[in-house]
């Protein structure tokens, strides 16, 4: 019998030989394994930064235009240790010191940013949504304190109101000098707020509104700003005349005096300790016939009268709905952006813990970087495309929404930034816990910041927009337009329509198209660009013929749209993506650096096939593509890994977070 060990157990000489040989073929030293299993190999010392083999600094610059100065300006302000905000205190402690952070900024002049110069601002929307983005590298709970004040609040003044409103009220909230709140959402009807049931009753002879809470399910629900330090707040309420109800309005309702202390009709609770976000003193308000003077009303679309007459230049109640909504939809593209930073956040400290971090190597020789490994570029370097392809993405689109005019309508933007903080947000609550994962034990220690990160992103799924049921509001208006093509043709107009669709299927599916695998015809932005927009249109159809088929069939248009819900999910999705990697070529195209377009074209081709892959089997099913350009778009993913490797470290210095706000040991020490 050959022992094992000192103790009495032991294997026979057949099963000793039998192991050597397997140890033999698979290139393992048995001792060496038990070292690493009981953990008594002493750690290799970790790896010094690799030097980036292109200009970091020339892709920071890219990637800060056009508000370079700003960020930089932002970089250094942010790692002030005033801005060292300690989630650990006592709640009022740490809702205290994210105010004053709040108002630090303000003192800055960051607040009114989007404002007119006359009311204390630049009338920069752009530069408002960077310093949002911004301060999501520092504290979360920062971020979103800033967005309720100086965007909801303020923005709802700003886009609602008129100019006794600015001038009234503008400079004091940029300032904070008048801290208010954004009271939409309700207990009872949370993303329908169309059907909220707070109501504005107008009272002629007083030349007031009544504003009141009818039933328990109407109360105000998680509204920022309300528990603690609210003065003022933008209240949306169904307005009702002596002679008909005219939908959902906004109004300005004082709900604190100067001293903290509640106003009389006003009945307001503290949420709670929450996940995350416990610097933001969200709230819950009930309001009992509170009176407000008719001048209240935010009236850029709609007025009424001293003698109760209602006036509105738009004159549907549902197009009026949609288009004051659409003024603040910017709030979801700077929800969108601040989740991408906490996205950048993560991957920074993964990647560079995983360039350093050693484990594991061929026999005799040294352990290996963690990112050295297939299985850990798999993890890491795929997301770390997504985030390139998203920031020129959403970048663009704020540029659009900033350029923009409500009444010129903003529906195409709006559609677009429903898909896309969908599609962001989700990819920040992956890419987090992706990244912890990746760093092991020593992602899951609170100094390392993955629980702040996760808890404090959790919520960006369900705030500004439940991500459904804005998938859902994406692939419903992908319908109508899908509809009004059609409807909008004339007999010959429809023939070529559908000639050109039968045209694109068979070019784009015939044998050689399916079956080509080499490289360059992969990673040409043709393949990419059309794959993604078959893939897109491909689904639309089908779920409209799903949709037409029940309903001809007598179904009620209404369950005839549940019953698809899941393929609608699925429709929205894939819009998103066609989206995005539009936004990403686009930005590539205006990058004037050789050097950095090479670089950024491989992000583009490594987002672009592993998101096909993502989806093989409906390629396959639709038979886009053949088993042999399957197995070979896997293929070119790895190699897409293999290549981007040697640049990750440099590609997530880029982002030129400062250590001083990155706040993780194991990727600043």
């Known amino acids: 019998m050959a022992q094992t060990g000192t103790d009495d157990r032991s294997i026979s000489e057949e099963t000793y030989r039998a192991l050597q040989d397997i140890e033999q ?64 205190k006592p709640t009022s402690a740490y809702r205290s010191d994210v105010l004053d952070a709040c108002v630090l900024l303000a003192e800055q002049g960051l607040g009114a940013t989007a404002y007119p110069p006359e009311h204390g ?34 923005g709802s003044i700003q886009h609602l109101g008129t100019k006794k409103h600015h001038d009234r009220y503008l400079p004091d909230v940029g300032t ?55 003065e003022l ?18 109004f300005l309702v004082p709900i604190r005096d100067a001293d903290g202390s509640t106003r009389p009709g006003i009945r307001i609770e503290d949420c709670g300790e929450k996940m995350g976000l416990n610097g933001v003193d969200n709230g819950r308000i009930w309001f009992d016939e509170v009176s407000i003077p008719r001048e209240n009303m935010l009236d850029r679309f709609a007025t009424v009268h001293p003698d109760g007459s209602y006036e509105s230049p738009i004159p549907s109640d549902g197009k009026r709905f949609f288009t004051m909504l659409s003024t603040l939809v910017g709030g979801r593209i700077s929800v969108a952006r601040a989740g991408l930073s906490a996205a950048k956040s993560a991957l920074t400290i993964a990647v560079r813990y995983g360039n350093r971090r050693r484990q594991f190597g061929p026999k005799d020789a040294p352990e290996m970087p963690l990112l050295d490994y297939r299985t850990h570029q798999r993890r890491l370097l795929p997301p770390l495309a997504k985030i390139y392809a998203l920031h020129f993405t959403l970048k663009d689109l704020g540029k659009r929404f900033a350029d923009a005019s409500p009444e010129e309508g903003l529906e195409d933007i709006e559609a677009e930034a429903n898909a896309l903080k969908a599609y962001t947000t989700r990819h920040t609550t992956d890419t987090i816990q992706t990244a912890r994962e990746a760093c092991g034990g020593q992602g899951y220690l609170s100094e390392n910041q993955f629980a702040a990160l996760k808890a404090d992103t959790d919520v960006f799924t369900t705030f500004e927009g439940d991500n459904t049921v804005l998938l859902l509001q994406v692939a419903k208006g992908l319908l109508s337009d899908f509809r009004r093509e059609f409807r909008d043709m004339n007999m010959f107009a429809t023939v070529q329509f559908v000639a050109e669709e039968a045209l694109t299927r068979v070019r784009e599916m015939n044998p050689v198209a399916t079956r080509k695998t080499d490289p360059d015809h992969l990673r040409s932005e043709d393949f990419q660009r059309e794959a993604l927009r078959f893939r897109a249109r491909a689904m639309l159809q089908s779920a409209a013929q799903r949709l037409k088929r029940r309903i001809d069939e007598g179904m009620r248009p209404f369950d005839a749209f549940v019953e698809v819900q899941d393929q609608l999910v699925d429709v929205a999705r894939a819009h998103a993506e066609h989206l995005t990697l539009q936004g990403m070529m686009a930005g590539i195209n205006r990058t004037d650096a050789t050097s950095l377009r090479s670089v950024l074209s491989l992000l583009r081709s490594l987002y672009a096939l592993s998101t096909i892959e993502a989806d093989l089997d409906w390629y396959l099913e639709s038979g886009y593509v053949e088993s042999s350009k399957s197995k070979a778009i896997r293929n070119e993913v790895n190699e897409l890994c293999e290549e981007v490797r040697p640049h990750a470290g440099g590609l997530v210095d880029a982002f030129g977070i400062p250590d001083a706000l990155l706040q993780a040991p194991i990727a600043t020490d």
């Open 176 to 230: 904070l000098d008048l801290p208010g709140c954004f009271a939409m959402s309700e207990l009872g009807h949370g993303s329908n707020v169309r059907e909220i049931g707070t109501t504005a009753q107008y009272l002629p002879d007083e030349e007031a509104f009544l504003i009141n809470t009818p039933r328990e399910e109407d109360r105000k629900e998680w509204i920022g700003n309300a528990a603690a330090h609210g």
């Open 233 to 250: 707040a933008t209240v949306f309420a169904q307005l009702h005349t002596s002679d008909d109800i005219h939908g959902v309005h906004a």
């Open 25 to 88: 073929e698979l290139g393992v030293d048995g001792s060496e394994a038990v070292c690493d299993l009981l953990g008594t190999r002493p750690p290799s010392p970790p790896s010094p930064p690799a030097e980036s083999p292109f200009d970091v600094d020339a892709l920071r610059s890219r990637l800060d235009k056009p508000h370079g100065e700003l960020r930089s300006r932002l970089r250094t302000l942010l790692a002030d240790p005033a801005f060292d905000l300690d989630r650990n």
């Open 121 to 154: 601002g630049q009338g920069d929307m752009r530069a408002f949504m960077t310093t949002f983005e911004m301060l999501a590298h520092r504290d979360l709970s920062l971020v979103v304190k800033f967005g309720v004040q100086f965007g909801l609040f303020g």
